[in-house]
């Protein structure tokens, strides 16, 4: 075996592969997309690049990862591998960004970083925030980069780094880029690319470093229980397909119901919506209803009666709850929908033939191999649980890999626990795991020689992912559990499709797709970016973390306007001392006036700021929800009269950030006009003190608690002299000096 020989390489430490040098020097040449299967060593070859790029430009590189454990498993192999001559490996040259440690310190942690490995968010937010920019970095490492479209975070960073990155190289890494030529193209121009490298089991250069991995389809047939289930629920669907269509709508019958002519029905209840036909309304509660029984339809026949009866069980308890939607009341009522939860409530065991021979294939497997890792993947978190205690009552220790939201009763795992799982996993602490799809993409875990598949998935890319978390340094075999006639002969039927149409899409594109930004034009980039953000020197909104997810703050970033992240107690965004802005889209701000307090709420921002505004960004307000007009004008009015809110309207979030970079620059140009103190109505002693307090000149809400604080009375803060006044934060020698001269001026009545 011969290795890699580089001076920023670890010496006889990465074996040398043809085929991982042939695309890490093509890579080197300009934006790359990586497509290799799984087990081939995509992170080898980014540790070639990064280690050309640290030698030979400098900087920094940047790895980012989808997920905190695939994030903690490039750290380590970096760790392990990169090395730079003449420097302490322990001197804070490697770094691992998650929402763990807090900003300031990713911030100080940055400067000193040759390499981070960082979840994309986490990066993304530290840009919004202006911690730190990508200027230095010279390779961006973007792992299972099939997730950069639409608004991931990988969109904006890459977006970014392009515009702003002094020298940039963008390396982008997937096994499973999308089974169409659209959404390859979409990948391409998000990441900038130009150079398109791929391989394929069958590549000549790849053969002699293929593992064998057998797959075994076992069909399963339905019991007869199940089956009544099903029928039971067909014949609700069928009534709920009736009643749709008698409203006008056209949707094709319940045996060729398929997720995209559900998507269709959902376009068509939206249109009617938007046209304010009553019909919408209707059909959009039906629409749930017929969605609710789909989802149960799958769970009898893929995932077995425990977790069937339990999402009946969930459904019937949201109905009662008294804050169920009307599709989930309307089902309860039916005496179809009752008849079969009481019918579930008898089942005292597991029906589904999939739990029974689960328990015999990984004692089989572990009987043969003692030392085998095993990966059973599972759709959803129910049936995930339900694996484990099957596995248990086998005496076969099983443990699960979830996410980390937490619903119901079922607590998710942290990130970091989730760490901690997989870390046990490899040491062979425990020999089985059952995960979700959390556990799909990019886990090394070498000695995994089974992978069982609890149910085929119609996602071409989850399919390949979950395949390849087998074969990677051995032999190994994958088993799908598939029940005839159901769903799973389907999905699996359209995923081995979408994977076919997926290879033969990236074979027919070109290695070289479009040419390399000349420097001029990379120059010219780099000088408009600069350009927006001198403009706006000094300018920033404060925005309340819980908006990140919103879209405005990556945009008021690319306008340039300097964004500070915090928890606001009130209100989303805070420019300066007086201006606190709620932004609601049209649908939350219709929603919260029917189902929460939508006026204590603006109730509660109008009383913390001089100058409250309301954006509404979206679509019409009217068209929202089946809700008499009168009742969003009364709001509106109530929002702008009773409360004194300056009410803008937006289309969307790009608009609503071009809103308040135009206050905020207004703001820090003194250009608004500074009126009288608006009336508030009536207030207790506390609103009033501070009401008064923030009347005087460039005092806002924030600095008069401040001062009364401080002072402990108005006239506490009257009284006191400017050497006093300055012992209060921001409140500075020129402000000081101006309140005393104000309350100490003779009052004299100007003509």
């Known amino acids: 075996m011969t290795f890699i020989t580089h001076p920023y390489i670890r010496r006889d430490a990465v074996e040398s592969r043809q085929y991982q040098l042939a695309i890490a020097m093509h890579a080197l040449e300009g934006h790359t997309l990586v497509v290799i299967p799984t087990g081939l060593g995509k992170t080898a070859i980014a540790l070639i690049v990064a280690a050309s790029r640290l030698l030979n430009s400098g900087g920094k590189v940047l790895v980012l990862a989808p997920t905190k454990p695939l994030v903690e498993q490039h750290l380590r192999y970096f760790e392990r591998l990169l090395v730079f001559p003449g420097t302490d490996q322990e001197s804070g040259l490697f770094a691992f960004f998650t929402g763990d440690n807090n900003r300031k310190e990713r911030g100080e942690l940055w400067k000193t970083a040759r390499v981070v490995c960082a979840t994309p968010q986490v990066i993304k937010n530290d840009l919004i925030s202006g911690e730190y920019s990508l200027e230095d970095v010279s390779l961006l490492v973007v792992d299972e980069c099939h997730r950069a479209v639409g608004n991931y975070a990988y969109t904006f960073i890459a977006g970014r780094y392009r515009d702003t990155a002094k020298n940039p190289l963008i390396l982008g890494m997937t096994a499973s880029p999308g089974g169409t030529s659209e959404k390859i193209a979409e990948i391409c121009t998000t990441l900038g690319v130009g150079i398109v490298e791929t391989r394929t089991e069958h590549d000549p250069d790849v053969t002699p470093y293929i ?16 089956q009544r289930a099903v029928a039971s629920l067909s014949d ?18 319940r045996q060729t119901l398929s997720m995209k002519s559900l998507s269709g029905l959902n376009e068509q209840v939206q249109e009617r919506i938007r046209s304010r036909d009553p019909n919408g309304y209707t059909g959009a509660s039906i629409y749930a209803e017929i969605m609710k029984l789909k989802h149960a339809v799958s769970l009898a026949e893929s995932q077995g009666t425990s977790v069937l009866a339990t999402y009946l069980a969930r459904l019937e308890t949201e109905a009662s709850s008294g804050t169920g939607s009307k599709a989930s009341q309307r089902l309860a009522r039916d005496p179809g929908f009752t008849s079969l939860l009481a019918l579930s409530r008898t089942w005292e065991q597991e029906l589904h033939p999939k739990y029974a021979v689960l328990p015999e294939i990984i004692a089989g497997q572990l009987e043969t191999q003692p030392e085998s890792r095993i990966i059973i993947f599972a759709t959803y978190r129910d049936t995930v649980s339900v694996i484990v205690d099957t596995l248990a009552r086998h005496g076969i220790h099983a443990e699960r890999f979830v996410g980390q939201a937490t619903r119901d009763a079922d607590k998710g795992l942290s990130q970091k626990k989730q760490i901690a799982t997989l870390t046990r996993f490899r040491e062979g602490e425990f020999k089985v795991l059952v995960a979700t799809s959390v556990g799909e993409e990019g886990l090394d875990v070498p000695s995994t020689d089974l992978v069982v598949f609890f149910e085929p998935v119609p996602s071409e890319i989850r399919s390949i ?9 051995g032999a190994g075999r994958i088993i799908v559990l598939s029940t005839r006639g159901t769903s799973d002969e389907a999905f699996r039927f359209v995923s081995n499709a979408r994977e076919r149409s997926m290879h033969s899409g990236i074979a027919g594109m070109s290695r070289r797709i479009s040419a390399k930004p000349a420097p001029e034009e990379q120059n010219s980039l780099l000088q408009t970016r600069q350009a927006r953000i001198d403009s706006f020197e000094g300018v920033t909104v404060v ?39 709620e932004r609601k889209t049209s649908r939350d701000f219709v929603a919260s006036l029917v189902e929460r307090d939508l006026i204590g709420q603006l109730r509660e921002v109008s009383r913390s700021a001089p100058r409250p505004v309301l954006i509404i960004e979206g679509g019409p307000l009217f068209d929202e929800r089946n809700i008499h007009p009168n ?3 009364g709001a509106l009015v109530s929002a702008a009269v009773d409360l004194g809110m300056g009410i803008l309207f937006s289309t969307n979030a790009r608009e609503t950030a071009e809103f308040l970079m135009v206050i905020a620059r207004r703001e820090e140009s003194g250009h608004s006009e500074r009126s009288h103190h608006a009336h508030k109505g009536h207030r207790n002693h506390s609103e009033q003190q501070e009401y008064i307090i923030s009347s005087l000149p460039d005092i806002g809400l924030k600095q008069a608690r401040e001062l009364l604080s401080h002072f402990g009375t108005v006239q506490g803060v009257i009284d006191a002299d400017d050497e006093s006044l300055r012992e209060v934060p921001g409140i500075g020698e020129k402000k000081a000096k101006s309140l005393v001269e104000l309350t100490r001026k003779p009052y004299s009545r100007s003509t």
């Open 236 to 253: 609700l669907l069928d009534s709920r397909i009736e009643g749709i269509k008698r409203l006008g709508f056209e949707v094709p019958p």
């Open 211 to 226: 593992h064998e991995r057998d797959l075994e389809v076992i069909p399963l047939q339905l019991p007869a229980e199940l």
């Open 465 to 473: 992912q979950r395949k390849g978390r087998t074969g990677r340094s």
């Open 543 to 581: 925005v309340d973390d819980r908006e990140l997810a919103s879209g405005v703050p990556e945009a008021l970033s690319d306008l340039g306007v300097r964004v500070t992240v915090q928890r606001l107690e009130s209100g989303d965004y805070a420019i300066g001392d007086r201006i606190l802005v």
């Open 631 to 633: 009742a969003i004008r």
